[in-house]
């Protein structure tokens, strides 16, 4: 029996979470590591330079950050990757674009349940039929609720959790931790003097228990003495009219200075009222998109939002099938660092 030196333990370590996908093109630098992993720099370095003696990463030079290897599939087999979605619209999304362009030009198959789970209604009977009628070896769940995580998890067949309530659930996954930024949101909305602030999100965030995120906004309030109620974070119903009857609802009578909003068709849907009321953004309501959108990049003022590097998702989800179809079947979740931007969209509350 070999015992492992420090360094062989930590580059041991090290390569497990490349493979994992835990970073994407970089691995993070010798003093970084070493403060996580709590051992010295010394060690690190050893460990950094095994790695690249065994061509996973690469030493571009001083100053410059180590590059990953790309993942081979030389070994890997061709896969058929069935994705459930949350909703249909979700084909469109750019990263999902660029997920299943990814695994095609690995050799993977992409095959798209015909049902999402808003058109199976979350019922576990009508996305069991789906699945049953999808030729899938393995799947990727866009924003599944808790209940339907877990079933996935009970099955034969490998799952990959993006986004929804993957914390909750003992499954593989990726998704943006952006509960920090919710948090940094809304204290910077409170420094303005906003004390009316509603996030609007969808039913999967807020039922049956609030998510990281919502509890991250509502902790918040608490913090500042903020009393919490239906009001900031509201029930309603998933549809257009759902939405148009929610703002009419906010703004009948005491109406929010400050809205939070998920999703960038809300977001649209949001704007298009406050224009048919005369509201204008900053100056009546102040806006935070809790997604960016390519769009922004053409709007004046310029938004608040969240931001997170879709890439990342892409290659963390890449590796996980890579992983997947040679036999090294994992469950570890990737939190994807989120970043919030202080957009113009928000301004000092009115008679503030």
Same mark, same amino acid.
């Given at each position: &029996? ?10 041991? =370590?090290? @390569? ?28 690190? #370095? ?5 790695? /690249? ?7 571009? +030079? ?11 599939? #030389?070994s890997s087999r061709q896969a058929r990757v069935g994705i459930l979605l949350y909703e249909q619209a979700d084909r469109q ?7 299943? =362009? ?18 199976? @209604? &979350? ?10 009628? *999808?030729?899938a070896d393995i799947w990727l769940i866009v924003g599944g609720p808790r209940h339907v995580l877990e079933w996935f998890a009970?099955?034969? /067949? ?25 948090? /940094? ?8 003097? =906003?004390?009316?602030?509603?996030? $609007? *999100? !969808?039913?999967? !965030? ?16 608490? @913090?500042?003495?903020?009393? *919490? ?10 549809? $257009? ?38 509201? @204008? ?15 922004? &990049? ?6 608040? =939002? ?20 040679? +036999? ?14 202080? +957009? ?9």
């Open positions: &029996m070999k015992i492992l030196s420090a360094s062989e333990q930590v580059a041991a =370590h090290l @390569k497990r979470s490349i493979q994992e996908g835990q970073w994407s093109r970089y691995i993070p630098g010798a003093k970084r590591l070493a403060s996580e992993l709590n051992v010295n720099t010394k060690t690190v #370095e050893s460990a950094l330079l095994i790695l /690249e003696r065994d061509e996973i990463i690469i030493n571009q +030079g001083p100053g410059k950050r180590r590059l990953i290897m790309p993942t081979t599939t #030389e999304v750019p990263y999902l674009i660029e997920l299943q =362009h990814a695994l095609t030009k690995a050799g993977h198959s992409v095959i798209f349940g015909e049902k999402s789970l808003v058109q199976t @209604k &979350m019922r576990l009977s009508a996305i069991e039929k789906t699945v049953e009628q *999808t030729p009970e099955r034969p /067949e490998p799952s990959f959790a993006i986004f929804g309530r993957s914390s909750e659930v003992n499954i593989a996954g990726a998704g943006p931790d952006k509960a920090p930024c919710f948090a /940094e949101a809304t204290r910077k909305l409170i420094g303005l003097g =906003h004390q009316r602030i509603s996030l $609007i *999100t !969808r039913k999967l !965030r807020r039922q049956p228990t609030p998510g990281l995120c919502e509890r991250a906004f509502l902790a918040e309030l608490a @913090k500042h003495g903020l009393p *919490t109620s239906d009001f900031n974070l509201p029930d309603w119903d998933e549809s $257009i009219e759902g939405l148009q009857g929610l703002l009419k609802s906010l703004f009948q009578v005491t109406p929010p200075t400050a809205l939070i909003v998920d999703e960038v068709p809300f977001l649209i849907t949001t704007l298009q009222f406050l224009a048919s009321r005369g509201l @204008k953004v900053p100056e009546d309501v102040s806006l935070v998109s809790n997604e960016f959108d390519p769009s922004f &990049m053409w709007c004046k003022p310029t938004f608040a =939002h969240v931001n997170w590097s879709s890439r990342r998702l892409v290659d963390s989800t890449l590796r996980w099938v890579d992983a997947t179809t040679r +036999g090294k079947q994992t469950r570890r979740q990737i939190r994807l660092q989120g970043e919030f931007i202080m +957009g113009e969209t928000i301004a000092r509350a009115k008679g503030r």
